[in-house]
């Protein structure tokens, strides 16, 4: 199963969580609202590559990432969407387009949008396109340590 790794790493930290099932769903909006999560609080995951390097971007569901402004952000020339062909390897226990935004399990570093991080409860992919991963806000900040960063200005 897809979500073993994440859930042996969370439950092999003590941190509390909620698994929800939930009809397939292929798109972060899809996702949070079969899973009876409001777009805002759901956090999607998306693979870039920063000067060569591939990095995790999370910001809320409904929200598109601007290449140029996360350019700007960054203050690097070199920053693209990374392929499905270029980082599907990189994640083996997850469906593409469903990883969890847990780069310090595929060694990636994980910019997370402001957001997302002034709420009690984060949800995102486990794993797979049937299951979502609830916790607390400050547990996901202690285990991964992600960059905050204004990323989607409203």
């Known amino acids: 199963m897809p979500a073993n790794t994440l859930k042996k790493f969370l439950d092999s930290r003590g ?3 909620v698994s929800i099932q939930h009809s397939p769903a292929y ?4 996702v949070a609202e079969s899973a009876h999560i409001a777009g805002s609080d759901f ?8 000067d060569g390097q591939m990095a995790m971007v999370v910001v809320p569901a409904q929200r598109k990432i601007v290449l140029s402004e996360l350019r700007d ?6 920053v693209q ?8 390897g990189r994640f083996p226990d997850c ?19 402001q ?23 400050d547990d ?8 905050v960063m204004d990323l989607v200005s409203a």
């Open 15 to 17: 941190v509390k969580y």
């Open 81 to 88: 969407l990374a392929t499905e062909d270029e980082f599907k």
């Open 140 to 147: 996901f900040a202690q285990l991964v340590n992600p960059i």
């Open 73 to 78: 952000l960054l203050v690097s020339d070199k």
């Open 43 to 50: 956090a999607k995951t998306v693979i870039v590559k920063i």
């Open 115 to 137: 957001s997302l991080t002034g709420h009690p409860e984060i949800a995102f992919n486990a794993g797979t396109h049937r299951e979502v991963i609830k916790m607390a806000s």
């Open 27 to 30: 798109t972060a909006p899809e």
């Open 95 to 113: 469906e593409v387009g469903a990883m969890p935004p847990f780069g310090n399990l595929y060694d990636m570093s994980v910019y997370i949008d």
